[in-house]
């Protein structure tokens, strides 16, 4: 026996929590665009127990989007219904999910992705054209670590692997709180610990560790290969990995055992955590408790 909504003779349809009626959303202007998908900034009228207008993130697919694109915004509306709040994981506010287009709902973060964040920090001196010092201190760049390790953690923990951390990934809130995004390619993995992937799409190369670039593995240590990377992007203020490199030298150079070099002002005691991140051995990688803790004791001991 499901739940039913409408009157006795009315049409019988099973009740999901998480629908809202598409008339709430009202759309305000566009916030992102990708091949496939686009994410608008609406307002949301009456949802969640919220009373009256609340500002959200509405992600949809674009016209020409096939249907593998679709499986992926369903599969990351599927994931993100599975999981319960955390502080550092974008949060499902509802969907509109019933008839097309599709809508996934989800909280605004106002600064939006870390990557722009990083950049939009860099100072540059318009009398020298040199980079001064950027807007953002090392410890709140640590802090961003910090909880992204703590996010990832989280999901870790739920069997979830995301696939596809990078900075581009992350959104930060008006709080400078960060927050993982973006679960298009996450799979809950419940009971495998290894996910092998079967079919090619569009891939992350630079933040892939080396068993999913030449094996299609991936675990929650590929995870933390690609966390690595974005320690990385973070320190440099949001370079590119591997400057100047195209992606299939890039993968030469993974399998010949190169990694990306220390960032010229990044002090040595947080390289040597990505480092870590970058073992060619899964096994010998930490996990994210382990980055966690890492993380907090550079917070700690900082001068
Ligand atoms: N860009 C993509 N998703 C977003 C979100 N949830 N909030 C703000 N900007 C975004």
Known sequence: NGQYIGGKESAIKECDPWEIPRHHVRVCSILGEGSFGQVWKCEAYNIMGFKGNMVVAVKTLKDNAGERERLDLVQELQVMKSLEPHPHVVKLLGCCSERDPLFVVMEYAKLGKLQSVLRNSRGVNYYTNTHGPSSLTSHELIMFCYQIAKGMDFLSSKGII???????????????????????????????????RKSEGRLPIRWMAPESLFDNMYSAKSDVWSF?????????LGSTPYPGVAAADVMKRIRDGYRLDKPQHCRREVYNIMFYCWDKCPDDRPDFAELMCLLDKLLVDET
């Open 228 to 236: 690595g990377v974005l320690m990385w992007e973070i320190v440099t």
């Open 162 to 196: 995301h696939r596809d951390l990078a900075a581009r990934n992350i959104l930060v809130t008006e709080e400078r709180t960060c927050k993982i995004s973006d679960f298009g390619f996450a799979r809950d993995v419940a009971n495998s610990r290894v996910y092998e």
